[in-house]
C-alpha cells in the first residue's frame, strides 16, 4: 500500500509551527509571530522603538541608531510540540571624519537567525493507517543595514532568506523543502529630543513554491505568498525621564488592522518593567541588569495572552552588550 498524506495535511502542515497564536493560515505565520521577550512585553510595540536587535525585526530603520553591540538570545515555551527560537547580533557603525573632514553618515548592523518548528504530528494515509510522525520547521537568516542620511532620520533595508522543510511526506518517504528571498524597509525619524516615529514595510517578494512531485502520482507546483505588512508608530519618552511609551497600528493583507500599546519603565540600574496590549490582548514582563565577564548583561521575561484561548507564551530573553 502506497503511503500519502493530502493536499489539505500537506497545506495544514505548512503552516503549523505558529498557527496557533492567530498568526496561521498564509505563508510565513512565524513572521508574524514577533519575536524576543522585550517587544513581546510591550504588546509588540515596537517600530519606533531603538532597543536590541528585535528593534531591527520590527523596523530596518532603526538600526542606524545602534549606539552599542549586543547579541541577543531568546526563547519562547509553546504549547503542541511547538518551538519558537531568536537569536541576533547587532553592531553599531561609527566612521568618524571622512577625508574632506566632514562627519560621515553613521549607521548599523545586524544579522538574526528566526526558528520556528513543530513535532509528532499525527499522519495517516488514504485508508486511515497510521504512519511515522512528522515534524515541521521554518527559519530566516536576516540582514539588516541601515544608515543616517540626516543627524534625525535612519533608514534602513533588511535582506531575508528564508526556508521551509516538510521531511516524510514524499510516497517514498522523502521529504519536499520550499525557500524565498525577500525584504523589509523601514525609517525613523526623531524630530525633537524624547520622541521617536517609525514605519515600515515587510515581507516584499517573500513567496514559498512547492513542487509536489514525489507527494502525488501527478505532481504540481503550488505558490504560497507573503502576506505584505505595513506598519507606523510613535514612541515618547520626553514626560518622565525614566517612562518611555509606544504606540503603533499595522495593517497586512488579508487582515483587518492591528493597534499595539506598550510602555516601558526603567528602575535605575537593577532593570525595568514592561506592559502593551497587543491587538487587545494584555502582556506584561520585566528585565533584570547584571555584569558578566565586566560586560552588561540583561536578563529579560515577558507573558503575553492570546485571542484564541490556546496556552499563553512565556517568553525568556538574555542581552549581553559588549
Not at 516524510?168 to 524597509?185: P, T
Amino acid at each position: 500500500m502506497i503511503k500519502r498524506i493530502s493536499l489539505l495535511l500537506f497545506l495544514s502542515v505548512a503552516s503549523l509551527p505558529v498557527s496557533g497564536f492567530g498568526q496561521g493560515g498564509y505563508a510565513g505565520a512565524f513572521l508574524r509571530a514577533g519575536v524576543a521577550a522585550r517587544s513581546e512585553a510591550m504588546g509588540r510595540a515596537y517600530v519606533a522603538m531603538v532597543e536590541g536587535n528585535e528593534s531591527a525585526y520590527y523596523n530596518p530603520g532603526s538600526v542606524a541608531w545602534f549606539d552599542h553591540r549586543e547579541l541577543t538570545v531568546s526563547y519562547r515555551a509553546l504549547a503542541l510540540d511547538r518551538t519558537f527560537a531568536y537569536l541576533g547580533f547587532g553592531v553599531p557603525i561609527r566612521p568618524g571624519m571622512n577625508a574632506r573632514g566632514q562627519q560621515a553618515m553613521n549607521g548599523g548592523i545586524s544579522l538574526a537567525w528566526i526558528h520556528a518548528g513543530v513535532d509528532e504530528i499525527d499522519a495517516r494515509d488514504f485508508d486511515g493507517q497510521k504512519l511515522e510522525p512528522l515534524s515541521a520547521a521554518e527559519d530566516a537568516l536576516s540582514l539588516s543595514f541601515a544608515l543616517q542620511p540626516h543627524p534625525k532620520l535612519g533608514i534602513g533595508l533588511t535582506s531575508r532568506v528564508i526556508f521551509n522543510r516538510l521531511p516524510g511526506v514524499k510516497q517514498d518517504g522523502g521529504g519536499i523543502s520550499a525557500s524565498s528571498f525577500g525584504f523589509d524597509f523601514g525609517a525613523l525619524l526623531r524630530p525633537v529630543a524624547g520622541i521617536q516615529l517609525g514605519a515600515a514595510v515587510s515581507n516584499v517578494n517573500l513567496k514559498y513554491t512547492w513542487k509536489t512531485e514525489g507527494v502525488y502520482d501527478r505532481g504540481t507546483s503550488i505558490v504560497q505568498k507573503f502576506p505584505r505588512g505595513v506598519r507606523a508608530g510613535i514612541a515618547v519618552s520626553r514626560l518622565v525621564p525614566w517612562l518611555t511609551l509606544a504606540a503603533d497600528v499595522g495593517k497586512r493583507q488579508f487582515r483587518d488592522g492591528t493597534l499595539h500599546l506598550g510602555a516601558v519603565a526603567s528602575l535605575r540600574e537593577i532593570g525595568n518593567l514592561r506592559a502593551g496590549l497587543n491587538d487587545g490582548q494584555p502582556t506584561f514582563g520585566a528585565g533584570y541588569r547584571f555584569g558578566i565577564l565586566g560586560r552588561k548583561s540583561e536578563l529579560h521575561y515577558a507573558f503575553a495572552t492570546h485571542a484564541d484561548n490556546l496556552d499563553s507564551d512565556h517568553v525568556f530573553g538574555w542581552a549581553f552588550i559588549f
